[in-house]
């Protein structure tokens, strides 16, 4: 459940900031109103984005990383 959360609020994160990028603006350059909206959604999403990740388990568990040999190339 944390691993799709972690990924569902990665992907709001990037899709507001695109928004914000084609929406929040005028043609000119001016600040639109509606940004604000994309501002919030995207750091709403970037808190729950990093609470999530905080919860995943890591991949490999850290009782094994003392006999982790390095690939020898």
């Known amino acids: 459940?944390?691993?799709?959360?972690?990924?569902?609020?990665?992907?709001?994160?990037?899709?507001?900031?695109?928004?914000?990028t084609r929406r929040g603006f005028t043609r000119d350059g001016q600040f639109r109103r509606a940004g604000a909206v994309f501002i919030a959604l995207a750091a709403f999403s970037a808190l729950i984005?990093?609470?999530s990740l905080s919860k995943v388990p890591p991949p490999y568990p850290i009782e094994k990383t003392r006999r982790y040999e390095?690939?020898?190339f």
């Open 1 to 20: 459940m944390w691993l799709a959360l972690t990924l569902l609020s990665f992907v709001t994160f990037l899709a507001s900031m695109l928004a914000l």
């Open 49 to 51: 984005w990093v609470f």
């Open 70 to 72: 390095a690939p020898n």
